[in-house]
């Protein structure tokens, strides 16, 4: 199986930082790497798709970048509704395996 | 507007069976992958099964396999996931989700609410 491996697992940060979280993948998965946003009590929600494609509706201050095992999203000015859970998740090779996640606080 | 809307989720003892659906609407059921994905409580993501647009295809995570089995109604825009031999373990919140294959990524695009399953005795 392809592990994917989150760091950090959570980080505090105050509106209006650079936050960036690292996803690193066990074996190359080339681009098929997916971030998605999870607020508590709510399904997770599609940000960047193929490593660096915005999902429509999302605002241009998520971006994500890398390709093989290594990539990362970055929010580049935090927001109050950027408060949340993110995971990685790869689907280049079943079973589809997703990160352990990585809470993000208010500082 | 693309819904997904699971129910059946239950509390079920040890050993036993369930029977979870999606309805879908808003998009044209038949031309998508679906899938299962589950959330222990306070945990991660875990992806469940996976079937193709005619049911031909169906992929498995190794813990469900031989226990669970995913299908699909395209004449009743409906998705939905047998569990049998239910452990303590299996206890989650099931989300029905669309596979978006057409894009590179293969991303879950939508999600729906999510219906919880409870194992215990």
């Known amino acids: 199986d392809t592990q994917m491996t989150q760091s950090p697992s959570s980080l505090s940060a105050s509106v209006g930082d650079r936050v960036t979280i690292t996803c690193r993948a066990s074996?190359?998965?080339?681009?098929?790497l997916n971030w998605y946003q999870q607020k508590p009590g709510k399904a997770p929600k599609l940000l960047i798709y193929?490593?660096?494609n915005l999902q429509s509706g999302v605002p241009s201050r998520f971006s994500g970048s890398g390709s093989g095992t290594d990539f990362t999203l970055t929010i580049s000015s935090l927001q109050p509704e950027d408060f949340a859970t993110y995971y990685c998740?790869?689907?280049?090779?079943?079973?589809?395996?997703f990160g352990q996640g990585t809470k993000v606080e208010i500082k | 507007e693309v819904q997904l809307v699971e129910s059946g989720g239950d509390l079920v003892q040890p050993g036993g069976s369930l029977r979870l659906s999606c309805a879908a609407s808003g998009f044209t059921f038949s031309s998508y992958w679906m899938s299962w994905v589950r959330q222990a409580p306070g945990k991660g993501l875990e992806w469940v099964a996976n079937i193709k647009q005619d049911g031909s295809e169906k992929y498995y995570v190794d813990s469900v396999k031989g226990r669970f089995t995913i299908s699909r109604d395209n004449a009743k825009n409906s998705l939905f996931l047998q569990m049998n031999s239910l452990r303590d373990e299996d206890t989650a919140v099931y989300y029905c989700?669309?596979?978006?294959?057409?894009?590179?990524?293969?991303?879950?695009?939508?999600w729906g609410q999510g219906s919880l399953v409870t194992v215990s005795s």
């Open positions: 989700a669309r596979i978006w294959a057409a894009v590179a990524g293969i991303p879950f695009d939508y």
């Open positions: 074996q190359s998965i080339s681009s098929y």
């Open positions: 998740q790869q689907s280049y090779r079943t079973p589809w395996t």
């Open positions: 193929a490593a660096s």
